[in-house]
Every structure is written in C-alpha cells, then in structure tokens.
C-alpha cells in the first residue's frame, strides 16, 4: 500500500479552505455594502469555512515539508473538490440556490471557469452572492493552487509539484527559478488586468457592480454575467463588447508572454508560435463567420431585442469576432445566439469548443499548442514514411521537442476525445438528445458555458437532471485540470508503493 503524508494534504486543504473563507467574507463586505439582505448569512459561510481550514492546519502543524509528485496529483485533484463543496454555503444558507445538486454544480461551474448556470434569473440574486458567485471564477481561474504556492515560503512547504499538476497546459513557462516568484508575478498580471478592465468597462457605461463582476469573468474565461441577456444586454453599446473582446484575447493567450510585453521583450511575442497561430485562428475564424453572418442579411444576429448600431457590417464583424473569442478561448459570454445562425455555423462554433485557448492562459479547453503540435507531427509523419531511417523531431519555437511530449500530446488528445465521447454516450442515458448531449459533454469538458441544443446560448441548465449534473459537474472538473491529474487517481498503480 502506498505511503502517503496525509499531514501535508490535509495542511494544505485547510490552507485553500481559509483562502475561501476569506474570499466569502469578502463578498459579505460587498453584500452589506449595497444592503441585499443576505450579508448575515454569507458571513457566516465565510466564517466557518475559514474556521474549518485553520482547524484542519493546526492539527496537521507538524508535518514533512517536501510534498512528493502523487501528493501534489491528490491536493488539487481535491482541493477542487472541497472548495466545490464549501463554496456552495452562500448559495445554500442564503437561500439563492437552496438545493445542493443545483448550489454544487453553479460553484464547480465557478471554480472551474466554465460558466454554466442553473440559475432562471439571475438579476433577482442579491449582489453579495452574484459577487460570490464571480469569485469563484475569479480565483479558480488562474488556479487557488497556484495563489497558494506564493506563499509556501511561510509555511516551508515546496510547491513545484503543486504548480505543475495545476498550471494550464502542457508545459509550464516558468519566469523565474523560484516558482513561487512565478506563481506571484502571474497574479499579479491577472490582479493587473482585472482593475484595468473593471475602469474601462466603467468608464463606458457600466455600473461599477457590473464592471467587477465582468472583469473577473473574462479575466478567468468563466463567463457568468450579472444580466439575464449576458454581454447581449449591451448590445446597444458596442465599446462594452469591443472592451471585453480585447481583454478575452488576453485572458486567452499566455501570461507569461504578457510579462514578457511588460518587459518591453516584444520579439519573444512574435516568435511564439502558439501566440501566432491563436492570433490567426481568431482572425481566420472571425472573417468566416462575419461573411456568413452579413451576407444572410436576413438572418437575426440576436434573439435578445436590442438594436444593432453602427451599421450592419459592423454588427456582423463584432458579432462574429465577440463569438469566435468566447469559444476559443472557453469564456461563455453571449452576445448572440449563433445556434440560429445556419447549420454550418452550428457546426463550425462547434468545432471550435475542442480548440481551447493558449497553454498557460487560463482558458480550457484542448490548448492550440497541442493543436499545433499533433499538425506538425501529422505532417512529419509523411516524411518519415518516405524516410523510414531519418530522425525527424517535431520543432516548436525554433527547438526540438523530446518525443515523450509528443507522445503525451497524443496520449492527451485520444483521451480527451474518448471523453468526450463517453460523456455524450452519458448524457443520453438521460433520455437528452444527441445534439444536446454532444453539446454538454464538449462544453462541459472544455469548459465553455453554452452548449448546443436544448442548452444552447439563451438556455441554461437548469433542465439539467440531478444526476447529469453530477456527470456534467465531474466532466468540467477533468477538463480544468487537463485529465491526467484528476483520472490518474483511478488507476490502480498510482496507489501501489512502486
């Protein structure tokens, strides 16, 4: 039987469970400062989720302070699973979302990025619990593990297996030696763009509410809105979406390189080849969908009544171009439903939910990374037949690449396909239709909101059964955190000592 140090877990568990309690408490500051009602109960799921955490730390004070590979692997896998479960107090003791299965699954959509909701009207949830409800997009989107490990230091515990089972991607861009020097560099990147975006977004015409709220959204690439009608409900005033569009790109592209920008090192920028081929995915795909879109004149770009400005064309390229970033780069926001926009545009933002942003963004999804590097692999794989002795290596950004990354690369996508498709297989045990239940197994697995059919943009979930909530639940908690680090807790070798 394999030897774990169940001290340093639970320690750290009851590190992330302070952290949320400490975020609660927060939103119960929001919650009396606009006098919703409900700031009473919100700090009271504050306080005893904080007092949970620092009970849990005291009696496991005395422990090893190095966390080995399989330790990190259970520490995330269920440090995502416990903050699911006490992030759900808010809803539930303020009687928001009273039933545990709907308050569940709204906290892992949360912590997860994801975005869907169970929630018929949004606008009646006091502001405590809707800035709640944000936050936990908000710190679930760069990783609670990774905000964790800045401050390990203090406890003497090293990080770096943590920061690798969570880091978006398949390879983690370090800044700098100290990891948790990187891991403090990134947050305050993200810190940076979220107050940037929430004073752009209030200067062109939201409420201050509004704009925080949405920020920490696009910033995670979570997409719950405050509004019914989402980003649609700005339709009005297209500057709001052409803010949030900017600041989705990115949310969607790696952080390290927006470090690097900050740095003035422009040319690492333009020589990476991910960022040059998401920048040509968004632009590709974005022209596709604005032609379509204007030249069926007829077709209704929104089922939400509000005015289009600044001509038609305009209209079909922000359109096109706001509903092309959401889905690549998994945030969910809704400007539009696209699900009446011909079959052929079903089908292409279909596709478009297995492409995923960048690694190291904090979108979900497969990552254009992999993408690009399974089609130079395919392409290679060409030349290897006709040179069967030759040693071909995939390069990526100018360096060879070890082929066990390719193997793993490949090993990912066959997984995450066979997810897919057994999710969907899952979701019609329900008695959901095919294009729903593909629909929710792609958005859930990526980690996307807005799924296809009977769960489409202008629908929720709340049609959802109990236990396909639980299934969809679980599918988002994989996606996010890559597959292997959750699903290798159910092979049997991970618990044998060698």
Same mark, same amino acid.
């Given at each position: 039987m394999l030897k774990l140090n169940f001290k340093i877990i639970f320690h750290f568990l009851g590190l992330l469970l302070v952290f949320n309690g400490g975020f609660m408490l927060l939103s119960g500051i929001v919650s009396f400062i606009y006098k919703d009602g409900v700031t009473l109960p919100i700090c009271l799921a504050g306080l005893l989720t904080s007092v949970v955490?620092?009970?849990?730390?005291?009696?496991?004070?005395?422990?090893?302070? #190095?966390?080995?590979k399989r330790e990190g692997y259970i520490v995330v896998t269920f440090g995502w699973i416990i903050m699911s479960l006490f992030g759900t107090l808010p809803y539930v003791l303020t009687d928001s979302i009273p039933n545990f299965t709907n308050a569940f699954f709204e906290t892992m959509s949360g912590y997860t990025t994801t975005g869907a909701s169970i929630l018929n009207d949004i606008e009646i949830i006091p502001k405590g619990v809707l800035f709640w409800r944000s936050t936990t997009h908000w710190i679930g989107g760069m990783g609670i593990i990774v905000l964790a490990i800045a401050i390990l230091p203090l406890l003497g515990i090293g990080g770096m297996q943590l920061f690798a089972a969570e880091a978006p991607g398949p390879s983690g861009d370090k800044l700098h030696p100290r990891i948790t020097d990187t891991a403090k560099r990134l947050w305050l990147i993200y810190f940076g763009y979220t107050i940037t975006e929430t004073l752009f977004l209030n200067l062109a015409g939201m409420s201050f509410f509004d704009a925080i709220n949405h920020s920490m959204a696009t910033l995670s690439t979570g997409g719950f809105s405050t509004k019914n009608a989402s980003v649609a409900y700005w339709n009005d005033q297209p500057i709001i979406q052409y803010i949030i569009i900017l600041f989705m790109f990115l949310a969607g592209s790696n952080f390290v390189?927006?470090? $690097?920008? $900050?740095?003035?090192?422009?040319?690492?920028?333009?020589?990476? #080849?991910?960022?040059?081929?998401? $920048?040509? $995915?968004?632009v590709v795909f974005t022209i596709i969908a604005a032609l379509i879109i204007y030249f069926k004149s007829n077709m209704s770009i929104s089922s939400i009544s509000h005015p289009m400005v600044w001509g038609e064309g305009e209209s079909a390229f922000r359109h096109a171009l706001f509903q092309v970033l959401t889905v690549i780069t998994t945030t969910g926001f809704i400007s539009a439903d696209y699900t009446l926009w011909t079959p052929f545009l079903v089908v292409f933002f279909f596709g478009l939910m297995f492409l995923g942003g960048s690694a190291g963004s904090t979108a979900g999804g497969v990552k254009v990374v992999r993408h690009l590097i399974l089609i130079k692999n395919g392409f290679l794989e060409f030349k290897r037949t006709l040179h069967p002795n030759a040693i071909v290596p995939v390069r990526y950004n100018k360096k060879a690449i070890n082929r066990f990354i390719v193997f793993n690369i490949l090993a990912f996508f066959i997984l995450y396909m066979l997810s897919f498709i057994v999710g969907a297989l899952v979701f019609s045990m329900f008695q959901i239709d095919f294009q729903s239940s593909v629909g929710l197994s792609a958005s859930s697995l990526g980690n996307i909101g807005p799924a296809l059919g009977n769960f489409g943009p202008v629908n929720n979930y709340s049609a959802l059964p109990p236990l396909a909530q639980w299934w969809a639940s679980f599918l988002m908690l994989i996606g996010r955190l890559e597959l292997f680090t959750v699903l290798i807790l159910f092979t049997p070798f991970f618990w044998r000592n060698r």
């Open positions: 955490g620092l009970v849990i730390m005291l009696l496991t004070r005395t422990h090893k302070k #190095e966390i080995n390189l927006s470090y $690097f920008a $900050f740095k003035g090192k422009v040319q690492k920028i333009i020589n990476d #080849e991910e960022f040059k081929l998401y $920048f040509k $995915f968004v």
